[in-house]
């Protein structure tokens, strides 16, 4: 099924790499006004390069509220018109025992992930178009507890949250507001980090029910789904793009890839 987004703009937030670009392709390939957005000014350039004429791209880091909520104003006023769809993706990871973890590595997710979607939404809320829709990316450790992942699992878990409370919040002015959660996503820095070997990669790929790790095309996917039409009535939803990984086949796999790093639980 195709999707017409051609009189709408779409803002992603981390747009320029692995989940998020392919997100922000997707809106692209369907005619949708594009814009990006993450720290590297050189991923910003190469990721507009390859949206097409129409993107735009700046830099800025999650954590800066008062930078954000600029870049977001300048972006509608390049656009001519309120912001349709917007992604916020951003995020950070790595593995590490919660007995080895800084209190600076703990704050440094926690801060990227829960706080830079909190600065984003807030930082998007005058900008958005009614109707509108957001669509964070959350992560299945918000649900799932994971070996290695303590920071993670406790910024997801607050992103998952307010993407609920916003939805309440923000749907009597017509904004709808959603969560997508993937799974093992192949080719992205993510699923290098937490399987650096093909060993742990080919494990991880055999945990899930479908037998096969996704792709960022499977995210935009559903982001196009949820940013359309036919989901005029879903808000508050908080979507697996999984191929079934989380009904019990990321805990065995994270169970493992602990167990081969070094840390068992």
């Known amino acids: 099924m195709s999707f017409d987004f051609t009189t709408k703009a779409v803002f992603v937030m981390g747009g320029t790499s692995g989940i998020n670009l392919g997100i922000a392709q ?4 369907a005619g949708a006004r594009v814009a990006v957005a993450s720290r590297s000014q050189d991923k910003v350039d190469a990721a507009v390069a390859s949206l097409g004429p129409n993107a735009l791209g700046f830099s800025v880091d999650v954590r800066d509220a008062d930078a954000v909520a600029d870049v977001l104003a300048k972006a509608k006023a390049a656009f001519d018109q309120p912001i349709d769809v917007l992604i916020s993706g951003a995020a950070g990871n790595f593995p590490a025992a919660a007995k080895d973890l800084s209190a600076n590595g703990f704050k440094a997710v926690v801060d990227i992930d829960l706080q830079g979607t909190y600065n984003v939404m807030k930082g998007a809320y005058p900008h958005l178009a009614r109707p509108g829709c957001i669509i964070n990316i959350s992560a299945p450790q918000a649900y799932v507890p994971m070996a290695l992942q303590a920071h993670v699992c406790a910024a997801k878990a607050g992103v998952d949250m307010i993407t609920r409370t916003l939805a309440m919040e923000w ?3 017509g904004i709808r507001v959603n969560s997508l959660v993937p799974g093992p996503i192949a080719g992205t820095e993510g699923m290098a980090r937490l399987a650096p070997t093909p060993e742990l990669m080919s ?6 029910p479908l037998k096969r790790n996704g792709s960022p095309e499977d995210l935009a ?3 196009l789904f949820l940013a359309s039409p036919l989901a005029s009535y879903i808000s508050g939803v908080v979507l697996p793009v999984d191929g079934g990984w989380s009904l019990a086949g990321v805990s065995y796999a994270m169970d493992n890839i602990a167990k081969l790093l070094g840390s068992p639980r």
């Open 26 to 29: 997707g809106f692209a390939s």
């Open 221 to 223: 996917n559903a982001a």
């Open 203 to 208: 494990m991880v790929e055999g945990s899930v």
């Open 171 to 173: 749907g009597p002015e």
